[in-house]
């Protein structure tokens, strides 16, 4: 809550001296804090151009967890951790580049590791291999393949190898087309967009044929080496002999599915084409529609309009559309209270408002013209969602809208409150849009960064700085702010290019 109220009451007040005195019976609090001294972006350190096999698959963001002891001091700082084309895992320094660790993965079993991600952030890794597949010449043969995927399960900080499992035919079956692990549940997908959940952490315990620590000796299958050590790499411990048992099932077009909710609500697709763009939001403990549960915004555009629950963890959803932000919540129906119904929490429109689109039109001359086609909800004309994003650490919901202005997209991001949706600040992107271009906007405490890809794989990052400025935050306690008290304040937010250079000082005054 202090982070959404320092960014809400930012003075701009370059030259003001504060005084100010307390009395209380506890001593008071203060913070103090400095953000984005370097005037542009700084060079850290830079690798060396490598080969094309030890080119970097994939890779995650490794930081310290807090108050634990850690057995190395290169533990207590930020790392990351990569997956190489040749099948190492490394852990490398995320302020030099030095690789602190580095562990080998495939052995006999698997060839081709390509993925990582987190079952539980920042604890619990996992490593999945691409999908077997035969040659052709083995297929015409008559070979089977029945092990489909291999997963290799870490802790992190430190590093240690809990098992490595095969996702088989013989035990999921047949049509099985990607698996993922994610809190603690196995996810398994089939073609038909059938769905299942599995418990991956009793899988772990009840398949777990025998412990391996990295750097151990071992003799497994007649095969003798070290645990991580090329050329063994890791062995397949986790045998899965019966199929686990079931937690929960689904079908979704496109495979397409999401737990969240409070209580837990799962969302979905009908497993039809017809049904795309249409979501049920339904009840994971008994199956049931939630009232107002099915979610359609009717959009006849090129991208498709998406939904997911919000990230805040305060159970809402998110559902996002061409000229239409949507953000539901949970509640109980009125006296059923085991029913649960959608409701809408705010919404978020674009601005449209010098946007005609009339299907009849006159000429000068007098002659009535009727239009044969109509505008997609989502026309470059038009002003269009292209991306929305949550700030956790200031607790605001941001959004990129951009519209087509002759030759060029002009994009602008858009800060709101998260609570109420109230709009507290509008910055204009100065760089084109190309709708036809892939874009990320990153927004972390006082920076914004623009992430442009262009045709072969060239990119462009463009860096916002929030201008410097001095300000109060009051205790919520002894001062009730109203969003329009809010909204009034945050007008005197700047944020410019990183090009700016009169970069001063951030100081925070906490008053409590």
Request: net charge negative; aromatic share 10%.
């Amino acid at each position: 809550m202090c982070g959404q109220l320092i960014l809400h009451l930012l003075l701009h007040m370059k030259e003001e001296e504060f005084t100010w005195t307390i009395t209380n019976a506890v001593l008071p609090g203060n913070k103090f804090t400095i953000m984005s001294i370097a005037q542009q972006p700084r060079l850290i350190y830079q690798k060396s151009k490598c080969a094309k096999s030890e080119k970097i698959e994939d890779a995650l963001l490794l930081e310290c967890p807090m108050g634990e002891l850690l057995p190395s001091p290169s533990d207590y700082k930020a790392s990351l951790i990569v997956l190489t084309v040749q099948n190492w895992l490394l852990r490398l320094s995320a302020d030099s580049g030095e690789v602190l660790e580095k562990v080998y993965l495939a052995g006999s079993c698997c060839k081709f590791f390509r993925y990582l991600s987190w079952d539980t952030p920042q604890e619990v890794m996992i490593v999945k291999s691409a999908q077997n597949k035969l040659p052709a010449a083995a297929r015409q043969a008559g070979i089977q393949q029945t092990v489909l995927f291999y997963l290799a399960v870490f802790q992190v900080l430190p590093l240690s190898f809990i098992g490595m499992l095969e996702i088989n035919k013989k035990i999921f079956g047949n049509s099985v087309t990607d698996v993922a692990v994610s809190n603690g549940i196995l996810i398994v997908m089939y073609s038909m967009g059938l769905v299942r959940l599995y418990n991956f952490k009793a899988i772990l315990e009840q398949f777990m044929e025998q412990q391996f620590h990295l750097g151990q000796e071992f003799n497994w299958n007649g095969q003798v080496g070290i645990v991580g050590k090329y050329p063994f790499g890791l062995p397949c411990n986790i045998k899965i002999t019966d199929t686990p048992p079931l937690l929960f099932e689904a079908s979704s077009l496109e495979n397409a599915f999401q737990i969240g909710g409070y209580p837990w609500h799962y969302i979905i697709t009908p497993n039809k084409k017809k049904h795309k763009g249409v979501f049920h939001i339904c009840s994971l403990k008994d199956n049931a529609l939630a009232k107002n549960g099915i979610q359609d915004m009717k959009c006849c555009s090129l991208e498709p309009d998406w939904i997911y629950f919000h990230p805040d963890m305060s159970g809402r959803i998110i559902h996002v559309g061409p000229n239409l932000i949507k953000v539901l919540k949970l509640k109980e129906v009125k006296n059923h209270a085991d029913q649960m119904e959608i409701a809408e929490d705010f919404t978020i429109v674009a601005n449209r408002e010098n946007c005609v689109n009339n299907s009849v039109t006159v000429t000068a001359s007098g002659r009535v013209v009727k239009k044969r086609f109509t505008l997609l909800d989502d026309d470059p004309e038009q002003e269009t969602f292209k991306i929305v994003d949550y700030e956790d650490e200031l607790d605001l919901l941001s959004t990129v809208a951009v519209t087509q202005i002759g030759a060029d997209g002009r994009a602008h991001l858009d800060f709101h409150c998260n609570e109420h949706g109230i709009l507290l600040k509008s910055i204009p992107l100065k760089e084109s849009w190309d709708v036809t271009y892939s874009h990320e906007v990153y927004f972390d405490k006082d920076l914004v960064l623009h992430i442009e890809q262009k045709p072969n794989r060239r990119f462009s990052c463009y860096v916002y700085q929030m201008f410097i400025m001095a300000f109060h935050v009051f205790s919520s306690s002894s001062l009730m702010l109203d969003a329009e008290f809010i909204a009034s304040f945050s007008n005197r937010i700047e944020i410019l290019d990183i090009k700016k250079k009169d970069v001063d000082l951030l100081i925070i005054y906490h008053l409590q």
